[in-house]
């Protein structure tokens, strides 16, 4: 977690995130480093996240919960992509507003960045979500993400993670690391 434009950290936290298909996803907090203000965050982030996983369908990139408009294509490296707007369906903080990059010959999405539909949080007055993903260990999941926040009285902080190391190639178990 870095606040402003701080090069250093404020804080650092290693966790470790299990997941199993469909809906299934565990946490554990493996180390902190600097402000525990950081490990509290994080712990937060990642219990939404857990349970956003039991809800299922509630908040998957479908049509169930967005409209998608076709904007462009693009070239990312030597991998052909499509650009869509994505409009939540209703007002959720697990709904993202925002783009999704999809690749044009295994519809994976590439990449999404947005802001919720909803805001998580009274603490936070804007808040604005990157995440990338890719193959690892076997399956798509999201190999990194960027949260900028603005939050009431603290002013602005980054959350960065990214994934460090899969457990086991074979495991759909890896580890994450989240500044």
Not at 19 to 24: L, S, W
Not at 43 to 53: F, V
Request: proline content about 6%.
């Amino acid at each position: 977690m870095f606040r402003g434009y701080d090069k250093q950290p404020t804080s650092e936290v290693i966790a470790q995130i299990n997941f199993v298909p469909p809906d299934m996803k565990t946490y554990k907090i493996i180390q902190t480093r600097g402000n525990s203000r950081g490990e509290k965050i994080v712990r937060e982030l990642l219990d939404r996240e857990t349970e956003s996983a039991k809800k299922g369908l509630g908040s998957e990139i479908t049509r169930a919960n967005y409209d998608f408009v076709f904007l462009r294509q693009e070239n990312f490296g030597v991998v052909p992509e499509y650009v869509l707007r994505i409009v939540p369906k209703r007002k959720d903080k697990y709904l993202l507003r925002g783009q999704i990059w999809v690749d044009e010959s295994t519809y994976r999405i590439r990449r999404i960045e947005g802001v919720p539909a909803k805001s998580p949080s009274l603490w936070i007055k804007g808040i604005h979500i990157t995440l990338q993903y890719a193959e690892l260990g076997g399956m798509w999941v999201p190999i990194s993400f960027d949260a900028i926040a603005t939050v009431r009285f603290l002013g602005e902080y980054t959350l960065a993670g990214v994934n460090i190391q899969a457990a086991d190639p074979l495991s759909p178990a890896a580890n994450s690391h989240t500044r």
